[in-house]
């Protein structure tokens, strides 16, 4: 009954809803801190303008997403045609695959990393290459040294996602400078607007460079989005006219569309939610080298520690004390936990929470 690839594809797990770990627990309070997550939430602007657009609820949304696209054409200096919404970027990584692999196929990506790369290749008949993270990021030599003739698709997840590392400026130009062009190049950057070291770069500035560059990003993370599932694609027009062609209509809801044009506008809602985490990052490096304990320096709004045991011990114990945090197993990383950052308060009562418990 099922095609026998779908076999070897593991579901995604998600992060633990707080709702659940208070019913199953019986806690009254809970700390999440496991998916990455804007601990700001929403700008009141966006929160306004999703109350008065509730009486459209009853119409299907703009299938093209043209306001949207308009106001993201200004701000990033491209044509509104080489813009492709989707309900979270991840949707868009699946319309990549089903436009670039066919069975047999193979699409190029770090391990670990953002887990749907394998997946949506896998689902198209595709042969996932997973390659060894070097220093925590990616190794673009050995990526370089693994194109073949049915290699179709590069994915670099830049922050890369769970380790937090970038890919720095002159290595990813060369890099997608020597890839032929042939090959879909995806530049995943989710977490962009959180940093301001000048040697990450914004690959959208080399779109007229390479027609084979895809960059991503989303309103899932700085702009607190994430329930509303709102990404983007940025590419040539021939790439955004072809994943249109596999994208479903009206795949971006009416109110997630709203909220991602006001979000656009708020930059103090942003600068916000970007001193708080740069704030939770340095008050969890101090606190982990109080302890001990080994961690990778994040661009990201996360953090990997180094726990030096069965990490899903210390997430289960952790668990029990009301706090939600991702364990490294998952990542192939037994011994780290993967911590986003959160309000000062649920910052300082993880710490505290773990501190017991090591």
């Known amino acids: 009954m099922f095609r026998e690839v779908i076999n070897t594809i593991s579901p995604y797990i998600p992060g633990k809803p707080i709702s659940e770990v208070k019913r199953e627990l019986g806690l009254e309070k809970v700390i999440k801190l496991a998916s990455n997550e804007n601990p700001l939430g929403p700008s009141q602007n966006v929160k306004k303008a999703l109350l008065q657009n509730l009486d459209e609820l009853g119409i299907y949304p703009d299938g093209n997403c043209t306001e949207l696209k308009l106001k993201l054409s200004k701000k990033l200096g491209v044509k509104p045609s080489q813009i492709l919404l989707g309900a979270g970027s991840d949707e868009i990584t699946q319309f990549i695959a089903a436009v670039f692999i066919n069975p047999g196929d193979n699409a190029i990506m770090a391990k ?48 890369n996602n769970p380790t937090g590392t970038i890919v720095k400026r002159k290595e990813l130009y060369d890099f997608i400078k020597s890839v032929p062009s042939h090959i879909a190049v995806v530049v995943d950057q989710a977490y962009k607007e959180y940093i301001d070291d000048p040697e990450y770069p914004d690959a959208t500035e080399w779109l007229n460079e390479f027609e084979n560059l895809i960059v991503l990003q989303t309103f899932s993370k700085i702009y607190g989005l994430a329930a509303l599932r709102v990404g983007y694609a940025i590419a040539s027009e021939e790439i955004i006219e072809k994943l249109n062609r596999v994208r479903p209509p009206f795949n971006v809801n009416h109110l997630a569309q709203i909220a991602a044009i006001f979000a656009l506008d708020d930059e103090e809602h942003v600068n916000k939610a970007k001193e708080l985490n740069k704030k939770s990052l340095e008050f969890f490096y101090k606190s982990f080298e109080e302890m001990g304990l080994p961690y990778i320096k994040s661009y990201g709004n996360f953090v990997m520690v180094d726990v030096k045991k069965d990490a899903v011990e210390v997430f289960k114990k952790l668990l029990l004390k009301g706090i939600i945090v991702r364990p490294g197993d998952i990542f192939g990383m037994p011994t780290y936990l993967r911590v986003t950052t959160g309000q000062e308060g649920d910052n300082m009562g993880f710490i505290k929470a773990l501190k017991e418990i090591l």
């Open 112 to 159: 670990p990393s953002f887990p749907r790369y394998e997946t949506v290749t896998k689902v198209m008949g595709g042969v996932p290459i997973e390659l060894p993270l070097k220093d925590f990021t990616h190794d673009l030599e050995a990526f370089y040294n693994n194109i073949n003739e049915r290699t179709k698709v590069i994915w670099i997840c830049n922050p």
